[in-house]
């Protein structure tokens, strides 16, 4: 097959910690030719759309790890599902692409929509993980708010009253950016800070912006669990550690990672997500779980496999390539 991965520059990668990189790895083993890209690249022109794009190397012992050819106009497939503008429709699958994996990382941006929107012309005839209708749909932090009965207390508001009461009707809370990731911007508030207010007033642009506040959950003390999903099915999970010095788990924090288990809070969630997951095409997806609740839903370009692999001894990248090759064989 051919795979395309729409991701961040080759400079980006972290052999050790990517989750891009660890998929070119797998596909690679399984045979597959590598292709990369990013959300720029995309066009689409005389009915079909393509990528600027280059073959892709993934060599652990090579520097740079991700190695790229140089470019070429990739053909993704007939746009629509008879290829609208063209005279003569070609059939479905004749595109070079196999498969389309999207895994920019966020802030979900104009680019980012804009990728999504060019995309979404060649979904009925090629593979496209996560689907771009599910990105757009799934807010990472919004998201959750569908699935009420397994997240903490939670409201969005960018009012600082309100934000102010709810706070102090919890105990604490914890501030999020909307379109935050990476723990960037995600402040605790607590009643009777002084800094409450400067808090409330920076996160909200003075009351422009609304952000998500949720019940702020001691046990994250006790790690933030990563669990990784394929197809609404659990590859396995994985604990992130806060240091002492601070309350957020994220890796790129400095929060390091222990090999965990799924409980029964954790298999309840997922049941509870999985047919929206499914019915939305998001495919590969990581949530965010602490102290049995659900608080985040990352969907642009989750990470963690490589934590998992090294902690379990499995590989679950091989088992997403083993996904796709099924996909694409049962579809074509």
């Avoid at 520059?9 to 030719?33: C, I, K, R, W, Y």
């Avoid at 749909?137 to 709810?166: G, M, Q």
Wanted: proline fraction near 7%; glycine fraction near 10%; charged fraction near 20%.
């Amino acid at each position: 097959m051919n795979i395309l991965v729409v991701m961040d520059g080759p400079e980006t990668v972290n052999a050790q910690t990517d989750t891009s990189f660890a998929l070119m790895v797998a596909a690679q083993a399984h045979g597959h030719s590598v292709w990369h890209c990013q959300a720029g690249d995309l066009e689409l022109a005389d009915g079909r759309v393509w990528a600027r794009a280059a073959r892709a190397s993934a060599d652990e012992s090579a520097t740079p790890p991700l190695q790229l050819a140089p470019v070429e106009r990739l053909d993704l497939g007939p746009a629509g599902p008879t290829g609208v503008g063209l005279a003569s429709p070609p059939e479905a699958g004749l595109g070079a692409v196999d498969a389309v994996l999207i895994r920019t990382d966020p802030p979900f941006e104009s680019t980012y929509l804009h990728l999504t929107l060019v995309v979404e012309h060649v979904v009925h005839h090629t593979l496209v993980v996560n689907s771009p209708r599910g990105l757009r749909e799934a807010n990472e932090k919004l998201f959750a708010l569908r699935f009420p009965t397994v997240i903490p207390p939670t409201i969005v508001s960018s009012d600082a009253a309100t934000l102010s009461a709810f706070a102090e009707a919890h105990g604490a809370a914890v501030l999020k950016p909307i379109d935050g990731h990476g723990g960037r911007g995600v402040m605790a508030l607590r009643p009777g800070d002084s800094n409450g207010p400067s808090i409330i007033d920076t996160l909200t642009d003075r009351g422009r912006r609304p952000v998500m506040a949720q019940r702020f959950l001691p046990e994250v003390s006790e790690g933030d669990k990563r669990i990784l999903l394929l197809d609404g099915e659990p590859l396995g999970a994985i604990l992130r550690l806060p240091t002492e010095s601070d309350f957020r788990a994220n890796i790129c924090v400095g929060g390091t990672t222990v090999a965990t288990d799924l409980d029964d809070a954790d298999r309840r969630i997922i049941e509870a997500m999985a047919p929206e997951l499914r019915a939305l095409g998001l495919t590969f997806v990581g949530l965010d779980v602490v102290g049995g609740h659900l608080t985040e839903v990352n969907v642009t370009s989750p990470t963690g496999i490589r934590q998992l692999a090294s902690l379990t001894g499995t590989d679950p990248a091989a088992r997403v390539i083993e996904w796709i090759e099924h996909q694409v064989t049962s579809q074509g």
